[in-house]
């Protein structure tokens, strides 16, 4: 088992930034693939990107390139979100999820990541 706690939402201004981080209790979390999702209210949970278990392959959704930066550091058992330039339409529930298919290729779906943290508030004022 893998528990994971989301933290750093919070309220920031259009073009601003902020990072949430990911804490993750539990089994050896190195060998995980972490997920960033997020879920806007009224609409369905949204893939970020995500990050391979040794820190050394990432991938993004297309509206998080270029603005988001994803990290790890298995020493502290924790996944960051760097998110800059943000946009009021950034603006959801953010959750980190990590899964061990251990097949290579990085999901977009929600349903192949097995553990998922409470998430986290951030809100992008205009």
């Known amino acids: 088992q893998v528990q994971l706690v989301e933290s750093g939402g919070g309220l920031v201004q259009a073009g601003g930034s902020l990072r949430v981080s990911c804490l993750a209790s539990?089994?050896?979390?190195?060998?995980?693939?972490v997920g960033w999702f997020r879920q806007a209210p009224g609409k369905e949970r949204e893939f970020v990107g995500a990050?391979?278990?040794?820190?050394?392959?990432?991938y993004y959704a297309d509206s998080a390139k270029g603005r988001f930066t994803i990290s790890r550091d298995n020493a502290k058992n924790t996944v960051y979100l760097q998110m800059s330039s943000l946009k009021p339409e950034d603006s959801a529930v953010y959750y980190c999820?990590?899964?061990?298919?251990?097949?290579?290729?990085?999901?977009?779906?929600?349903?192949?990541?097995?553990?998922w943290g409470q998430g986290t508030q951030v809100t992008v004022s205009s």
């Open positions: 999820a990590a899964e061990d298919r251990q097949v290579g290729v990085f999901s977009r779906s929600p349903n192949d990541y097995d553990y």
């Open positions: 539990g089994r050896t979390f190195g060998s995980y693939v």
């Open positions: 990050i391979n278990w040794t820190g050394g392959r990432t």
